[in-house]
């Protein structure tokens, strides 16, 4: 018997999902461009049973043009209808297909749509050709608002696999993610984002939206918020730090590379880790808004009071750029938690004439932290440390191990308001930005107590200059 190829079969079989399953009667998560619920599918309402359809589905089949100019919308439509309703025992069974080519996509939701009526299922994978050989171009005719995909707390277990998302209508969102305990588990990998959106990524509801990852990814483009954004006031809550629930994200070996806008924006939830990589803002916000000013910020996290369990941020093996002044690496008002920087380096601007004077690492403290430490770093600038004024002198939160501070002495590193070098920051084993041993740090003579120079220093409050512990 010959063999007959994966795409013969597809080919075949999509004539026929085009003639007789792709009718107005659809799947049982489908929703008519209007918004309302398709009615549900069944036999003899017009899909063929689940054991019949084909485990994947290539949009090409169903019409997909990916020429750039013809709209793409009811394509893709048509397969995330198909793959909804292959769905059986909470599973998913398909995976959608899109071949090289740029397809223009104007109805938002047209690539996911994960809406009631359809039950919680797991498991939906997109499949592309590689970044830039298969782009999708969403091109809605409003843009804040309009999102390309939607889960409303249907989907678990999503895939996005080598391909390129692209705004072609500015303020558009890429993804709009809500759930009280259902979606979870995405995952991105080899994929890129170009264009100026609103929000990549943006999570709300009350409870889980954890556990996503992304390899390999490239961001570019720009946000007017944030690529991804955790805790969007929404419905159904009584308090909103109820979105703490959210968290658990891995980002490794990403090239971010963006104009201007936040990479990760966290109102609520945390656990964070960023492994490997570059990470740079090209330009600056085209227009200060009320909120972020003409600012640009990696990561931001800008509400103080979290269960204690999210607030948890790792940054490893990363190069940072602070190409203008309007660049910063973290803004961070936690009141407690750990932020950890090991081998990572923001110096490769620090011959600018800016360099010395910028702040790209912000942090408010208080007498439970957040506990902030970095391990084998360069860094150029200054590290801002905000207080309350009412309170009482605090326990060292903040260690630097085995630093190079490029732009600055030690002494004038660390600042904090009204004071100067800050008594709850420490240093060990530092050089400063004279390339010498941080004079500070230095073994000097022996304690009389114990006989032993100790080279664990913490700066002395009251005059700047360093005091021996």
């Known amino acids: 018997m010959p063999r007959v190829s994966r795409r013969q079969l597809l080919r075949g079989g999509a004539s026929v999902l085009a003639t007789t ?72 069974r398909t995976v959608i297909e899109i071949p090289a080519g740029e397809f223009l996509i104007t109805r938002p939701h047209a690539l996911l749509n994960g809406v009631a009526p359809l039950r919680p299922a797991n498991g939906l994978r997109f499949s592309g050709a590689g970044k830039r050989m298969t782009t999708l171009v969403f091109r809605p005719d409003v843009g804040p608002g309009s999102y390309l995909c939607r889960n409303e707390d249907i989907w678990s277990n999503l895939s996005f696999e080598r391909m ?58 720009s946000y007017r918020r944030a690529f991804l954004y ?38 609520y939830g945390g656990s964070i880790t960023c492994r490997g990589g570059s990470y740079i803002i090209t330009g600056i916000r085209p227009e200060s808004t009320e909120e972020y000013g003409t600012t640009s910020t990696f ?19 990363i190069r940072f750029e602070v190409r203008n002044p309007h660049v910063r690496v973290i803004d961070c008002v936690w009141k407690s938690g750990t932020i950890h920087f090991s081998d990572c380096d923001d110096t490769g601007h620090a011959f600018r004439d800016f360099s010395a004077d910028v702040r790209p690492h912000r942090y408010a403290v208080g007498p439970r932290g957040p506990l902030v430490r970095y391990d084998s770093c360069q860094l150029v600038g ?39 070098r800050p008594g709850f920051v420490s240093f060990v084993d530092c050089l400063d930005g004279a390339g010498t041993s941080d004079p500070s740090t230095a073994a000097g003579p022996a304690d009389p107590a114990s006989g032993a120079a100790g080279p664990t220093v913490q700066a002395s409050p009251a005059s700047g200059s360093a005091a021996r512990r």
């Open 382 to 420: 200054r590290h801002e440390y905000r207080t309350d004024p009412r309170q009482d002198a605090l326990p060292t939160v903040a260690r630097y191990d085995m630093c190079l501070l490029r732009s600055n002495a030690a002494s004038e590193f660390a600042v904090a308001e009204g004071t100067g």
């Open 299 to 317: 990561f931001r996290f800008p509400v103080a009071q979290h269960h204690d369990s999210v607030q948890r941020f790792h940054a490893q093996d």
């Open 21 to 92: 399953a792709l009718t107005a009667h659809s799947a049982s998560a489908a929703v008519e461009p209007g918004g309302a619920p398709a009615p549900p599918a069944g036999p003899g309402r017009g899909l063929p049973s689940a054991g019949r359809m084909p485990f994947v589905i290539n949009v090409a089949d169903l019409g997909a043009r990916g020429d750039g100019r013809t709209d793409d919308s009811a394509a893709f439509a048509r397969a995330y209808r198909l793959a909804a309703s292959r769905v059986s025992g909470g599973v998913g």
């Open 230 to 267: 955790s805790g969007l006031t929404g419905r159904e809550q009584a308090d909103p730090n109820e979105q703490d629930q959210f968290l658990n994200y891995w980002f490794t070996d990403m090239k971010v590379e963006y104009e201007w806008g936040n990479f990760l924006e966290f109102p």
């Open 164 to 221: 390129q998302f692209r705004s072609a209508t500015p303020g558009a969102s890429f993804f709009r993610s809500y759930s009280t305990g259902q979606a979870q588990d995405y995952r991105f990998s080899e994929c890129e984002w170009m264009g100026e959106w609103e929000y990549g990524l943006a999570l709300a509801g009350t409870d889980t939206n954890s556990e996503m990852r992304w390899e390999a990814c490239r961001v570019g483009g």
